[in-house]
C-alpha cells in the first residue's frame, strides 16, 4: 500500500492530466452526439415541412447523424491520446472504394437530395427531363417515377435527370398556345385574320389578358404565314390548341380561305412517232 501510495504521489500529476483528458473526451463524446441528434431532427423537420417523402428524410437523417457521430468520435479519441491517422486514412481509403464501386448510385443520390432541396418540379407536375416527357409520379432517392401521355410508367435516375435541362409545363398558372396558320396567296388576309380573331374570342378559355397575338409571321415560298398565340390556363392547353386547329380549318373551307399544300405537276413529253 505503502508504494502504491508512493507511486500515487509521485506520478500524481501525469495521472490528474490523463484523468482531465479522458473527462474532455467522454464530454466531447457526449456533447457530439447531441449535436448530431439536433442536426438531425432539424433536417428531418426542415424536410418534413417541404413535404418530403418520409422514408427519405429518414434515410438523409440517419446518414448525416452517422458523420457527425464519426467525427465527435476521433475527436474524443484525438483527446486522450490515440493517434486517429490510421483511422482517418482506413476510412478515407474503404470511402474512396466505396464511392467507385457506387459511382452511378452515389450520383443519382446526390442528385437525388438536390432534387428533394431545391425542388425544379413537384409530384403531379408535367415535365421534360431527362429526355423523358410526362408527369411526376414519385420523386425517389435514386430515381424519379414518371408517367407518359400513353399511361407507360418509366423509372428515370435521378442524375440522368439533373445531368440535362429541366422543362417544367406546370410550373405556371398559365400558358401561351403557339399556332402558326399558312393561307394562300390570292386568300383574302384581313379577312383570314378577322376570322381567327372571331374564332379566338368565342373560345371562353382564352384569357383576354395577356392579349392573343395575331400578325403575320412570314412571306413563304407558297404561303401566308400567320401566328396565332392565345394565353390559357395550363389546363386547357392542349384542349384549346386542338380545338382551335379544327375550327380554323373548318371555318377556312366555309369561308373560302385556301390553305396550301405542297403539290407536284408532272408534265409527260410524248415523242412523235415517225
Do not use: C
Not at 412571306?219 to 401566328?227: G, R
Request: glycine share 6%.
Amino acid at each position: 500500500m505503502d508504494e502504491i501510495n508512493k507511486l500515487f504521489q509521485e506520478n500524481h500529476e501525469v495521472l490528474l492530466g490523463y484523468l482531465l483528458q479522458i473527462v474532455a473526451a467522454i464530454v466531447i463524446f457526449y456533447i457530439g452526439r447531441w449535436i448530431a441528434k439536433g442536426v438531425r431532427r432539424f433536417l428531418e423537420r426542415s424536410l418534413l415541412s417541404r413535404k418530403v417523402d418520409k422514408a427519405v428524410v429518414s434515410f438523409v437523417g440517419s446518414i448525416v447523424y452517422v458523420i457527425i457521430f464519426i467525427a465527435t468520435a476521433l475527436m474524443a479519441l484525438s483527446q486522450i491520446g490515440v493517434q486517429t491517422t490510421s483511422f482517418i486514412a482506413i476510412l478515407g481509403a474503404a470511402g474512396l472504394a466505396v464511392g467507385l464501386a457506387l459511382q452511378g448510385s452515389l450520383a443519382n443520390f446526390a442528385s437525388g437530395i438536390l432534387i428533394i432541396l431545391f425542388r425544379p418540379f413537384k409530384s403531379g407536375d408535367f415535365i421534360d427531363a431527362g429526355g423523358i416527357t410526362g408527369t411526376v409520379d414519385k420523386i425517389e432517392i435514386f430515381q424519379t417515377i414518371m408517367k407518359t401521355p400513353d399511361n407507360k410508367l418509366v423509372i428515370v435516375p435521378n442524375a440522368q435527370i439533373t445531368g440535362s435541362a429541366i422543362t417544367n409545363y406546370s410550373a405556371e398558372p398559365i400558358r401561351r398556345v403557339d399556332l402558326l396558320i399558312g393561307i394562300s396567296y390570292d386568300a383574302d388576309l384581313r379577312k383570314a385574320k378577322q376570322i381567327l380573331t372571331d374564332i379566338i374570342k368565342q373560345d371562353s378559355r382564352v384569357l383576354a389578358e395577356p392579349a392573343p397575338v395575331i400578325a403575320v409571321a412570314a412571306l413563304a415560298d407558297s404561303s401566308v404565314n400567320i401566328h396565332l398565340r392565345p394565353w390559357v390556363n395550363s389546363a386547357d392547353y392542349w384542349g384549346v390548341y386542338w380545338d382551335t386547329l379544327e375550327k380554323v380549318k373548318l371555318t377556312f373551307d366555309e369561308q373560302g380561305i385556301g390553305i396550301p399544300f405542297p403539290q407536284m405537276d408532272v408534265h409527260i413529253k410524248q415523242d412523235k412517232q415517225e
